[in-house]
């Protein structure tokens, strides 16, 4: 199809010159996105003569430069030049194609190819697997070329990835052995950028990942290091841009590192201080946030820094403008700080894989100069590459405890197998332990049906002892006795005399029934007034028949704030006991008993005046006053506050001038 472009015809003297030039060229049948019509060349006139100075047969197209070949006809010369270009090089590959290609050759094909897909846009490209293996074949595996040690790199970083991402609880014994596999002296830094954004991701795995850092740590302290420093410096750059994202990932990872004392918890108290110095309602919920993780650890190792820092919380959350929900954080936090974090404990027990004294502690501050090494991210050409890789390979050797000789790895593949075998063993003879308290059931059953079968108080010690009292238990036979006595309408001597016998016969049992008696008059006040009675008069045969010490009596603090009504009432009627038993004078005097003195500090105070006439005055009213005559004395002998001397009066002027 012509070109529907009309032309302009030409003069006849113009088209006989053109038509005994030359012949013309027929039209291009190639459409042109711009096909525009030729510039029509103008005559050039001489001025003097008004003429054209050359014949019309002379005048001619100037002529093409000399081509290989004809240039099809274009209006666009430059594309028709283009064009010629592109076929000349077509033609000179198709000629090298069929030549063979030496080995030396492909070689350096292959090199430059994968060079070039490595250092495409956006840090590469993606390479189907059989033609990436089909390249690194053609590489070769020259360990001393840099295409080889790119591909090693690259390995590198996926074999890292790869074991990072898919590290849980129950796997993570065998994925840090693997992981020592690969070099991680040369990949520290793939290594810790994997692990922050892996960590930065999902959160709730920080705990695992800190287990994981921190078995390295122990191994490769410079690794455990280089992570500390990066996260100091990663929630620098995130408080100072305020990014609250970046500062809590930050600040979680940080906080279970010092949990595992990778690092040190002072860089958890001063990254406190820095968030709770100026308080927003962002720096609050983070800081709240990293004292939940590590408050438990901080209270253990520093209390100091934990006072502290509740005491900057109080402030903010009686004085400081914030948002009611983040007020409640933090009251949630004290109630978390009164529950001992037993929701967020340090370390959980299936976390805590490395000893304390194997555990490398990196002393790295908020302010300090932190290198972050960021070049070892990216890959670098390594002169002496095989030296390197040697010297890890007897590294990881040590760490994994590799045998060298082949007898050695016989003997080492026959203990495995032992100890795998006893391993198995083990497991199929797993311990049932049964939570639901049945076990401590049916022991106090065992005693309360011994003690209500017995004649006597001493065919009841005797069938008592005969109990097989699984360890830890021991206690549950005095808490039962004291409990069979106290359920009864009134005391029965019984119980006491059976108290009294175990006391005498083992010293153990001595033990344990002063320590009932503590327990039970710390929690006095749970008791109705009968079975409060009959516990008081019960531990009032102890002492009396000197079955256990008197210096539990110690256990007690006679004054206004320190007892309640169910407490005095105890007292009471321990008192009472004690006198009816050993009679007056003799309690008189046993009070008196400089052995005692100390003791006896708590229910017969001299440390202050008011606590002295509270004493006085109880003693008095339940008509045992002889027994205050050396607090009545001491108050009669204490010497009386002298006033205060009044400030003297500076003189007038009216009485100066008079004088």
Not at 141 to 158: G, V
Not at 595 to 616: C, H, K, Q
């Amino acid at each position: 199809m012509q070109s529907a472009v009309r032309l302009p015809s030409p003069d006849a003297a113009d088209a006989q010159s053109h038509t005994s030039g030359r012949k013309r060229s027929p039209e291009s049948r190639s459409p042109s996105p711009e096909r525009r019509p030729p510039t029509l060349r103008t005559r050039s006139i001489d001025p003097d003569t008004n003429r054209d100075p050359t014949p019309p047969r002379d005048r001619s197209r100037s002529p093409l430069p000399h081509r290989n070949g004809p240039l099809p006809r274009d209006v666009d010369r430059q594309r028709a030049l283009e064009r010629q270009r592109q076929a000349e090089t077509r033609r000179r590959e198709e000629v090298k194609e069929d030549k063979p290609l030496s080995a030396a050759e492909k070689q350096a094909a292959a090199k430059a190819e994968y060079e070039r897909l490595l250092t495409m846009r956006s840090g590469g490209t993606y390479v189907p697997p059989a033609r990436l293996r089909a390249l690194q074949a053609e590489i070769g595996n020259d360990p001393s070329s840099k295409e080889f040690q790119r591909m090693a790199w690259e390995a590198l970083k996926k074999s890292i990835n790869g074991l990072i991402n898919k590290v849980n609880v129950s796997n993570i014994k065998y994925i840090v052995p693997e992981l020592f596999s690969e070099n991680l002296i040369r990949g520290r830094g793939l290594f810790c950028r994997s692990i922050m954004k892996a960590q930065a991701a999902s959160l709730p795995f920080t705990p695992i990942y800190a287990a994981m850092v921190s078995i390295v740590n122990t191994k490769l302290p410079q690794v455990g290091e280089l992570l500390v420093n990066r996260l100091v410096v990663q929630f620098r750059k995130a408080f100072k841009r305020n990014d609250k994202a970046v500062c809590l990932s930050s600040t979680t990872f940080l906080a279970h590192l010092i949990n595992q004392q990778v690092a040190h918890e002072m860089l958890a108290a001063q990254i406190l201080l820095l968030l709770l110095n100026k308080p927003t309602d962002d720096s609050v919920e983070i800081a709240v946030g990293l004292m939940r993780e590590v408050g438990q650890h901080v209270e253990e190792f520093n209390s100091q820094i934990a006072m502290a820092v509740y005491d900057q919380f109080r402030s903010i959350l009686h004085e400081a403008d914030i948002d009611k929900r983040t007020q409640y954080m933090v009251e949630v936090l004290f109630q978390v700080r009164k529950d001992r974090y037993k929701d967020n404990p340090s370390v959980k027990e299936e976390l805590d894989l490395v000893e304390e004294e194997d555990q490398i502690t990196h002393n790295t501050g908020l302010d300090d100069q932190a290198e972050v090494q960021d070049g070892l991210n990216v890959f670098k050409f390594d002169a002496d590459w095989e030296a390197n890789e040697e010297a890890y390979k007897k590294l990881r050797a040590e760490i994994l405890g590799e045998a060298d000789g082949s007898d050695d790895d016989e003997d080492d593949d026959s203990d495995v197998s032992s100890s795998e075998d006893e391993d198995e063993e083990a497991e199929k003879q797993v311990e049932i332990k049964d939570q639901s308290n049945t076990d401590l059931v049916n022991l106090r059953r065992t005693i309360y049906l011994t003690i209500m079968s017995s004649g006597g108080f001493e065919e009841c010690t005797h069938k008592l002892l005969r109990i097989n009292l699984p360890p830890g238990l021991e206690h549950e036979l005095p808490s039962m006795i004291v409990e069979c006595c106290s359920q009864e309408r009134t005391y029965n001597k019984f119980f006491g005399l059976i108290g009294e016998r175990l006391c005498k016969i083992n010293r153990m049992w001595n033990e344990l029934f002063e320590a009932s008696f503590v327990k039970y008059y710390d929690t006095i006040h749970r008791l109705e007034t009968n079975r409060l009675r009959i516990v008081a008069q019960f531990f009032g045969h102890l002492l009396s028949t000197d079955a256990i010490g008197w210096h539990v009596i110690s256990a007690i603090h006679l004054n206004e704030d320190e007892t309640t009504s169910s407490s005095r009432i105890f007292i009471k009627i321990l008192i009472e006991e004690l006198a009816q038993n050993i009679g007056m004078k003799k309690l008189s005097e046993r009070m008196k008993d400089d052995a005692l003195l100390p003791a006896l500090a708590g229910i017969f105070p001299v440390d202050n005046p008011r606590n002295t006439r509270f004493s006085i005055n109880f003693f008095t009213a339940i008509g045992m006053g002889v027994l205050t005559e050396g607090m009545r004395e001491y108050l009669k002998n204490m010497p009386k506050p002298t006033l205060p001397a009044l400030p003297v009066r500076a003189a007038s002027p009216s009485e100066s001038v008079s004088s």
